[in-house]
């Protein structure tokens, strides 16, 4: 199990327009076993995009210029819509591997970006995973540092 900030390469991901592509994905949540997995896709087109580092809310956007985490490129993390993918069809399909990772405080940015800009839009469930109550994410801490032992 990959925790949050973990970055995904999908060979087949299948977009919310029906069409099918690679994207590297970004894991916005730390799932449990049976809980999704919550991603959002990125893109390194600048097309019309700004280039100004961190959020950008008004365009549901966060920005992470070249070479300042794992990216090479300048990268558009794309917040305004949400993956989720369960945990069997994650370990199941050889289409999606894990290429890296982003710092505590990269995903936090991230996360935080994604409630100022499109916070009336997330559904409930997925508020609840993105930010769970405090106690639930420090049992499920408490259920990692004992499972590494």
């Not at 919550?38 to 210029?65: E, H, Y």
Request: glycine fraction near 4%; hydrophobic fraction near 35%; aromatic fraction near 10%.
């Amino acid at each position: 199990m990959q925790t949050r900030g973990a970055i995904y390469h999908h060979r087949q991901l299948v977009f919310h327009n029906g069409l099918t592509g690679k994207k590297y994905l970004i894991l916005l949540n730390t799932p449990g076993k049976k809980e999704p997995y919550l991603f959002v896709k990125t893109t390194s087109q600048k097309k019309d995009k700004p280039s100004t580092a961190g959020c950008i809310k008004k365009r549901s956007l966060f920005f992470i210029p070249a070479g300042k985490t794992f990216f090479k490129l300048d990268t558009w993390v794309q917040l305004y819509e949400i993956y989720p993918i369960l945990p069997k069809d994650i370990d199941t399909n050889k289409d999606i591997s894990v290429e890296g990772s982003l710092d505590v405080k990269m995903i936090d940015d991230i996360v935080n970006c994604l409630f100022e800009a499109e916070e009336d839009n997330i559904a409930p469930i997925h508020k609840k995973l993105l930010r769970p109550p405090m106690q639930d994410a420090l049992l499920k801490l408490k259920a990692k540092f004992d499972q590494d032992k």
